[in-house]
């Protein structure tokens, strides 16, 4: 696994690959596609998939330029598709830079497992930050997107945020998961699950979320 973090809002972007194969999945290539494919050449990867954890412009920003240089099918929960397409769903025409990606290749739903190489990727459904919101969870690893971070969750505030969702997504899908977790936000830097359970106020015992 290697991290980048990209563009005006620092997004984490993850690429994640099959040892054997070099075969490469890219999470949320937010920006700066260059910067992402001049890794990608470093390491000797072949993209053959972006999976975005939903569709808000900071993490779909280099889908276009990454796809037509990897060929590479994008992947995002059905929910989400739409923001793709649309730059005043995905928060970028208010932001004075309106971004439209190619559309889904594939859509994503909760429970569903991608392979990369031997390794299975549970597609979590998280919604609530955005009604299309997934965590991919791996290997021992949390891809969490705007769902949770070190120390805070997703803000539910924007279009088609759901703060019952965020809620019961964390209850129902986070909370269960091993405390040794590595957790790989979408912003901000990485943590684990036993960390955020015991710091992070929205996730702790007594805190709006925890132990509910
Ligand atoms: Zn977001
Ligand atoms: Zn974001």
Wanted: aromatic share 4%.
């Amino acid at each position: 696994m290697q991290a980048l973090t990209v563009g005006p809002l620092a997004t984490n972007c993850y690429l994640l690959w099959a040892p054997e194969t070099r075969e490469a999945l890219v999470v949320d290539p937010g920006a700066e596609p260059e910067n992402i494919l001049m890794v990608v050449e470093h390491l000797g990867l072949r993209v053959t998939r972006i999976v975005n954890t939903h569709g808000h412009a900071d993490h779909i920003g280099a889908n276009a330029a990454l796809k037509r240089r990897t060929q590479a099918r994008l992947l995002i929960h059905a929910a989400d598709a739409p923001l793709l397409l649309d730059p005043e769903a995905n928060l970028s025409l208010d932001a004075g830079w309106p971004i439209v990606s190619p559309g889904a290749d594939e859509t994503l739903h909760a429970g569903q497992t991608l392979l990369l190489g031997k390794t299975p990727l549970a597609v979590l459904g998280t919604p609530g930050h955005s009604p299309g919101s997934i965590c991919l969870w791996g290997n021992g690893c949390l891809f969490s997107g705007d769902t949770l971070f070190a120390g805070s969750v997703g803000r539910t505030d924007l279009r088609g945020g759901d703060t019952r969702a965020l809620f019961e997504s964390l209850r129902t899908r986070i909370l269960p998961l091993p405390p040794e977790t590595r957790v790989y936000p979408g912003h901000g830097p990485v943590s684990d699950l036993a960390t955020e359970l015991r710091d992070n106020p929205f996730l702790a015992e007594g805190g709006p979320y925890g132990g509910a």
